[in-house]
């Protein structure tokens, strides 16, 4: 069965409104849905699916991964990096040198966790740096071939060392574009650059000679790093990348500074320029209500999973839901579903892909679950029971 030229009735799906419907996908894409009566013979040709009352619910988005420094496929390695963002840097420098097996079988690895938890679209960011160069952009290239059919998948070329102080960088970065990464990436441009004009002034002339998106990771808290956003969302609509850039972590945003905040959405608004946040365990977090009331779009993704970084993190968007909601102090149903649309709809959003969903229209990228509701989903994170991705059941 092949995207395209198939047809797929799933019967008895639950919807996140507790309902039962019938489901009809055709040329991967929600064709149709009807309230389920049990007269099954009235569906027309085309495969069936007795989902027997399982829930059904778009399909994650994973909007931040870094697939290349995970140790996942390999051994437990303790943590052992400092708490700062340097210490960080220099420690995963020092441990990726011994790392077993091969950072390739990693990265593997961890994108069939993914996709086995039902993700079918990722952004990974490609460490990209003078002593490794473009290895793992190259990496990541051949893996995102290998797995075409099975995962969209967005590539960073992520300057994790830094640009400025990095001689070079600023090169490889656009060589990296040029070899098939789709955005372009950043870090810290002030605080771990010393340089924010310089890093920003490379990042955005290599998104604009070579037609990429841009991904920059910002970590620094309060007015220094509104400030850094203000300048982004500025440079963003100088160069006409509105929807085109994301800022992932934004720490700043969850300043108790309410005239700061709001000065702040409202540029990024204006812009156009998406927040990415993976609910971190002890950093501040931008406020997801108050930033989409804003007009602000805000996804999330899992971040490091495994890693120099982290110990922790599982590749499931159930439990990144979970933890958003955990996060944001979220209880209502209502609320636990923006969680999951941070997740899913949100992700696929900011990425620029189809609308996805389970409505009529909507690219058929769906996960069932075994749960009387999304709420119940998120709270137990059951296995999925089918991966359906572009109309095809993947899994
Ligand atoms: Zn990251």
């Known amino acids: ?116 938890a039902g993700t079918t679209a990722l952004r990974t960011h490609a460490d990209v740096d003078e002593e490794i160069g473009l290895a793992h952009v190259e990496m990541l290239l051949r893996l995102r071939d290998a797995y075409a059919g099975a995962v969209t998948m967005q590539i960073v070329a992520f300057p994790q060392s830094g640009v400025m102080r990095r001689p070079g960088v600023a090169a490889l970065l656009d060589d990296a574009v040029t070899a098939g990464a789709d955005l372009v990436g950043g870090l810290d441009p002030q605080s771990i650059d010393g340089d924010a004009a310089g890093q920003l002034d490379a990042v955005f002339a290599i998104a604009q000679r070579r037609g990429a998106g841009i991904d920059i990771h910002l970590h620094d808290a309060d007015a220094a790093g509104n400030a850094q956003l203000r300048d982004i969302a500025a440079r963003t609509q100088a160069a006409g990348l509105a929807g085109r850039v994301t800022v992932s972590h934004a720490f700043s945003l969850g300043t108790p500074d309410r005239g700061d905040f709001e000065r702040t959405a409202g540029a990024l608004a204006r812009a156009g320029v998406s927040i990415l946040t993976s609910a971190p365990g002890a950093a501040p977090m931008p406020p997801v209500k108050p930033l989409l009331e804003a007009g602000v779009s805000v996804f999330a993704g899992s971040d490091n999973i495994r890693d120099s970084w982290s110990p922790l993190g599982s590749g499931d968007m159930l439990d990144r839901a979970m933890l ?42 769906l996960i069932v679950v075994e749960a009387d509701a999304l709420g119940d989903a998120i709270a137990r994170r059951p296995p999925r029971k089918y991966v359906i991705r572009g109309g095809v059941l993947a899994a």
């Not at 149709?32 to 619910?57: E, I, K, N, Q």
């Not at 990096?81 to 420098?93: F, K």
């Not at 944001?328 to 999951?340: T, V």
């Not at 899913?344 to 990228?365: C, I, N």
Request: glycine share 10%.
């Open 324 to 365: 958003v909601a955990w996060r944001q102090g979220y209880r209502s149903d209502a609320d636990l579903a923006l969680a999951y649309d941070l997740c899913s709809r949100l992700g696929a959003r900011a990425l620029g892909l189809p609308s996805r969903g389970v409505d009529v229209g909507d690219r058929a990228d």
């Open 1 to 116: 069965m092949a995207a395209g030229t198939s047809t797929l009735h799933l019967l008895n799906a639950r919807l996140a409104d507790g309902g039962r419907w019938t489901l009809t996908v055709r040329d991967g894409v929600i064709a149709a849905r009807s309230p389920a009566t049990g007269a099954v013979a009235a569906v027309g040709d085309g495969t069936r699916l007795d989902l027997a009352g399982a829930l059904v619910l778009p399909a994650p988005v994973d909007g931040h991964v870094h697939l290349d420094k995970t140790f996942h496929g390999g051994k437990w390695v303790p943590h052992q990096a400092g708490a700062s963002v340097r210490e960080r840097i220099d420690c995963e420098r020092r441990l990726r040198r011994d790392a077993r097996p091969a950072v390739a079988e990693r990265a593997e690895a961890l994108l069939r966790r993914l996709l086995a």
